[in-house]
């Protein structure tokens, strides 16, 4: 009997990885005029994690989709990874998910048992939002894709934009980086066990503890780090703010290096490259790989005033959270990356 293909081999890349080129989707957008509508807070002009409509004076919605390919073979485990990454955005805006619905392309060639199961674990997570998967929609594609639209809210006054940035703000991320490299010296068997574990882990940790925390400290941007890399989102909250933002620490996922170090790079590598140009004088190639990696269900990158810093890094370290201290923002333009 023929042996079942994995997801993975069903795939040219998987995970955000597979995100399209950022400078070519910057150009394609250059050609839409944005919608002008009074109650549409965050739109296209600037674009931002999700969209923000509101309702009254107390409610708006967020609005955002996200799915991608199989990084991974285990269809439950792809499910929750998924359904992380999509629910993720809303959190990123300052809301709390609602409603979410699928959107799934498989081959008629899979067991209905691996689509259920994506399905199974997919829900499980939207639940642990604090939310409900009520229904999607699914077609046949010979490459496998699954991921979630999903509907939040946010009072109209505490939306996080990335485009918030201020001078002598500090820069946080709440989780380490490194998914890509991890994942892709997974599949050489260039990690261990428990490193590729750490990365499970990180991809399916939903940013909501973290955002409860930053809710009491009012934040002035806030971004999630995923497809263009900690550079690539970095990029885009400078340029919509119009400030420069100062990286100095690159916090790594256990194996992420050593990944590095090996040469490996995923396919988000050379596009992020080409959309955020980064002064880097100094920086070691592997600082730069780390930087690029594109992360699927990252971190929130976060720019609050800096006399918040301290008593930020308290709350996290008492819930055991994880907080770095990964730069800061000043006058100017562009971003930079200083080694340490």
Request: aromatic letters at 6%.
């Amino acid at each position: 009997m023929a042996r079942m293909a994995t997801l993975t081999s069903l795939t040219a890349g998987g995970g955000c990885a597979a995100k399209y080129s950022a400078a070519r989707l910057e150009e394609l957008l250059r050609g839409f005029v944005p919608v002008e509508a009074e109650n549409l807070l965050v739109g296209l002009s600037p674009a931002d994690d999700a969209a923000v409509y509101r309702l009254d004076d107390e409610r708006a919605i967020v609005f955002t989709v996200d799915f991608f390919p199989p990084l991974v073979d285990d269809p439950g485990l792809f499910g929750r990874i998924a359904a992380t990454n999509a629910l993720n955005d809303v959190f990123a805006m300052g809301g709390a998910p609602l409603l979410a619905l699928s959107i799934a392309a498989f081959p008629e060639s899979l067991p209905t048992e691996v689509l259920g199961a994506v399905f199974a674990a997919a829900a499980e997570q939207v639940a642990s939002a604090g939310a409900i998967l009520v229904g999607g929609h699914t077609i046949r594609d010979d490459e496998p894709k699954y991921g979630l639209a999903v509907v939040g809210t946010v009072h109209p006054g505490g939306i996080w934009p990335k485009s918030g940035a201020r001078p002598g703000d500090a820069l946080f991320l709440t989780k380490p980086l490194g998914t890509g490299l991890v994942l892709a010296g997974h599949a050489k068997e260039l990690v261990t066990s428990a490193d590729f574990d750490g990365a499970v882990e990180a991809m399916t940790t939903l940013n909501a503890d973290a955002a409860a925390v930053l809710r009491a400290f009012a934040p002035n941007a806030v971004t999630d780090v995923t497809g263009f890399g900690l550079f690539g989102h970095a990029h885009e909250m400078a340029e919509r703010s119009g400030v420069r933002i100062e990286l100095d620490v690159l916090p790594a996922l256990g194996g992420a290096v050593e990944v590095a170090q090996a040469g490996v790079r995923t396919g988000g590598d050379p596009r992020n490259r080409e959309f955020a140009p980064v002064e880097a004088d100094g920086a070691t190639e592997v600082e730069l790989a780390l930087g690029y990696d594109a992360q699927t269900a990252g971190g929130l990158l976060v720019s609050l005033p800096a006399d918040k810093a301290l008593s930020l890094r308290s709350e996290f370290a008492a819930r055991g959270l994880f907080l770095a201290r990964v730069g800061r923002v000043e006058a100017g333009a562009g971003v930079a990356f200083r080694s340490g």
